[in-house]
């Protein structure tokens, strides 16, 4: 099995950084790319941005573009995600996802994390 477990999410300002940080263990091998996914209340979860683990080949959703980055450290086998200049509408719940061509879609996920609130006021 593959265990992920998130940290880094709180409470910020509009304007202000956090830094997601998702610890993967066990099967490793048995996912070829992680992802940020995140859902509000009373709205479905959306994928924010993946990366794939060997050519680091990533995407985001067109609203985190310029402000988000994700990377992946493999000797540590930790994903990340730098999100700057935050906006009140990325308040939610965002959940590390590992699978097989993952991309933006939840529905490729194979194994996901606990979450991690993050909480943006205005």
């Known amino acids: 099995q593959v265990q992920l477990v998130e940290s880094g999410g709180g409470s910020v300002q509009a304007g202000g950084s956090l830094r997601l940080s998702c610890v993967a263990s066990?099967?490793?091998?048995?996912?070829?790319?992680m992802g940020w996914f995140r859902q509000a209340p009373g709205k479905e979860r959306e994928g924010v941005a993946s990366i794939t683990t060997g050519a680091r080949s990533s995407v985001y959703t067109d609203s985190v573009k310029g402000r988000f980055t994700i990377s992946v450290d493999n000797a540590k086998n930790t994903l990340y995600l730098q999100m700057n200049s935050l906006k009140p509408e990325d308040t939610a719940m965002y959940y590390c996802?590992?699978?097989?061509?993952?991309?933006?879609?939840?529905?490729?996920?194979?194994?996901w994390g606990q979450g991690t609130q993050v909480t943006v006021s205005s």
């Open positions: 066990g099967y490793t091998w048995r996912y070829n790319s």
């Open positions: 996802a590992a699978g097989v061509g993952l991309r933006l879609s939840a529905g490729a996920a194979n194994y």
